[in-house]
């Protein structure tokens, strides 16, 4: 897995009553939400980034209002839907 290093100013921490580990938790699954919701990478991916079994990512992604059901646009919804 690839390594990604941020500076978190200790004002911040400090602010949020965040410890370093809180932070590095906190910012793990930012990430994950970011790739899940910006660009498509799968519920499987994110979870590992987050560190999360997939079941409390998914729930995570609820707590967020990020819908685990994505469609490209409004005709492939309506064509889904017509199959259900």
């Known amino acids: 897995m690839g390594q990604v290093s941020i500076d978190i100013p200790e004002a911040v921490l400090y ?3 965040m410890s370093q580990e809180e932070a590095c938790k906190f ?3 930012a ?19 987050a ?3 997939e079941e409390d ?3 995570y992604l609820g707590k967020n209002q990020v819908s ?15 199959h259900a």
Do not use: H, P
């Not at 919701?37 to 979870?47: D, E, F, L, N």
């Open 15 to 17: 602010d949020t009553r």
């Open 27 to 29: 910012a793990k699954r």
């Open 31 to 49: 990430v994950a939400l970011g790739y899940y919701s910006q660009s498509g990478v799968s519920i499987g991916y994110c979870a590992q980034i």
């Open 51 to 53: 560190e999360m079994t």
């Open 57 to 59: 990512f998914i729930k």
């Open 68 to 82: 685990i059901i994505q469609f490209d646009n409004e005709e492939e919804f309506l064509e889904e839907l017509e």
